[in-house]
């Protein structure tokens, strides 16, 4: 019955203009990647879409498939092509390095790793000064922890529920959502407390958030007081009285939860929740894996959208636009704790990841894809505000720069999640019509919006018309 069904729908949505010509595809034929795909490459990765997409090709917020159909990437692999695909001055100097010098190690000195280190840490504010780097974001956590540890000589770790904050046997522990865990033995000394999320926790409202969207849950606040941060400060000091010694070893929290679909807490929370770690002697601990480099738009790091200095910063996925990279910044004295005995990482702040991360740095000061990410995020956040209040399903839009979340919903009062085979279908009808986006959140509920962050306004208009339409689409089928 359901092939038969047809939609009335059409789509006013046309697909900007691009005058990127990609190569024509010559590797294998479509069937033979899926049979190599069944055979040769591990099941535990996972391909999205019912017919996976083989892709080609990339130029800037664009991807090309075999066929040479042109899509609007509006996930950046998984919020990691920061200044978009292939861009020229990237590309530009990973080739001249490439030609010059691959790999020594960080035995010996090298031009590239003291220019980068300079250039990075010059972003932050002091004591923030020395970087280690390394190959991804679960190495950057799972140092980040060694060292809070180390220092402190105390041993837990309190993190949020819904965190995801790598997928190492160490990290593990952090992370903190069901599909990630496996049944081994993981996260000793770590310890989950409650998720200050507006829209689905028991506290919520209407000016809670740091976001140019807020939630249609209403308020209960008085001026210059939040209901909802106190509730869950409140179950932050019961963890803390409950279920960890009177010392801990840190806290670490991503300033916007990115896999759990763009969860942002009440303004304020974390600086309480800051205070009330240090006052146990912890380390704080910023996962901006997916908020740095500019993303959030105001602010060039998730944490100073919250008004703390973190004692130890981790960096991932958008640090090299795609290249295997990843780091820890922290102060000269915990930093000094890890040298007391030998910690080598090979490959980490090799000469072409070091060459990547500072050509990133100046694209996104050249492009000037911060204030970008804060123009056009903000667009978009207001335009899907109106699919929400047009749809039943659209439960919350949230998020601020280009780190946005919609979460879907059966209806707006019971904000049951929208079953997995509804989204699935809105979802590959995006696809269909030329818009890849994320899908996030404990159920799957949660379409995440974190493309390369030199999209533009007509992008946007083209992405939400597309969006719309898959909506509109979904309701003829309920029907």
């Known amino acids: 019955r359901q092939q038969k069904w047809k939609s009335s729908v059409s789509t006013q949505a046309k697909m900007p203009p691009c005058d990127f010509v990609p190569e024509k595809y010559e590797s294998y034929p479509y069937e033979r990647m899926q049979k190599i795909r069944e055979q040769n490459v591990a099941p535990s990765l996972r391909t999205y879409y019912k017919k996976p997409l083989l892709l080609h090709q990339g130029h800037m917020q664009w991807l090309f498939d075999h066929e040479g159909r042109r899509y609007l990437d509006l996930f950046a692999g998984i919020v990691t092509v920061s200044v978009g695909h292939c861009h020229p001055k990237v590309t530009m100097a990973t080739q001249k390095q490439l030609a010059r010098l691959w790999h020594t190690t960080n035995i010996y000195m090298y031009p590239a790793i003291h220019e980068y280190a300079e250039k990075l840490t010059s972003l932050f504010p002091d004591p923030l000064k020395v970087v280690y780097l390394t ?166 790091w998730g944490f100073q959208t919250h008004s703390v200095v973190p004692d130890i910063v981790t960096l991932a996925k958008g640090i090299g636009n795609g290249f295997p990279m990843a780091a820890v910044v922290t102060t000269k004295e915990i930093a000094s704790s890890l040298a007391q005995n030998l910690h080598f990482n090979t490959f980490g702040g090799n000469p072409l990841a070091c060459v990547a991360g500072a050509a990133v740095l100046d694209a996104i000061e050249e ?84 493309p390369p962050m030199c999209i533009t306004k007509r992008d946007v208009d083209f992405a939400v018309e597309v969006f719309r339409t898959a909506l509109q689409k979904h309701v003829e089928r309920a029907a």
């Open 135 to 300: 190959n991804s974001g679960s190495e950057a956590n799972d140092l980040a922890m060694f060292m809070a540890r180390l220092h402190t000589r105390n041993f837990d770790i309190i993190c949020l529920r819904g965190g995801y904050h790598g997928g190492s046997p160490y990290t593990l522990g952090l992370t903190s959502l069901t599909p990630y865990k496996h049944g081994v033995a993981n996260g000793f000394g770590c310890v989950t407390t409650m998720l200050p999320d507006v829209f689905r926790g028991p506290w919520g409202g209407s000016h809670c958030r740091d976001s140019p969207v807020q939630t249609v849950r209403k308020c209960s606040c008085t001026e210059g007081a939040c209901l909802a941060k106190d509730q869950y400060i409140e179950q932050f000091k019961d963890t803390l009285n409950t279920s960890v010694p009177k010392t801990v070893a840190g806290f670490i929290a991503e300033p916007i939860q990115g896999v759990n679909g763009a969860v942002q807490y009440p303004r304020n929370f974390l600086k309480e929740a800051y205070q009330l770690i240090r006052e146990r002697g912890g380390l704080c601990i910023s996962d901006e894996v997916q908020t740095g480099f500019g993303r959030t738009g105001s602010h060039f």
């Open 367 to 450: 492009d000037g894809l911060q204030k970008n990410s804060e123009d056009v995020g903000t667009y978009m956040l207001l335009e899907l505000a109106k699919l929400r209040d047009r749809f039943e399903i659209v439960g919350d839009v949230r998020g601020k720069g280009l780190m946005i979340g919609v979460e879907m919903v059966t209806d707006k009062d019971s904000r049951r999640p929208l079953p997995v085979e509804e989204m699935s279908q809105i979802w590959e009808d995006c696809k269909d019509m030329g818009v890849l986006i994320g899908r996030g959140g404990l159920y799957s509920q949660t379409f995440r919006i974190k």
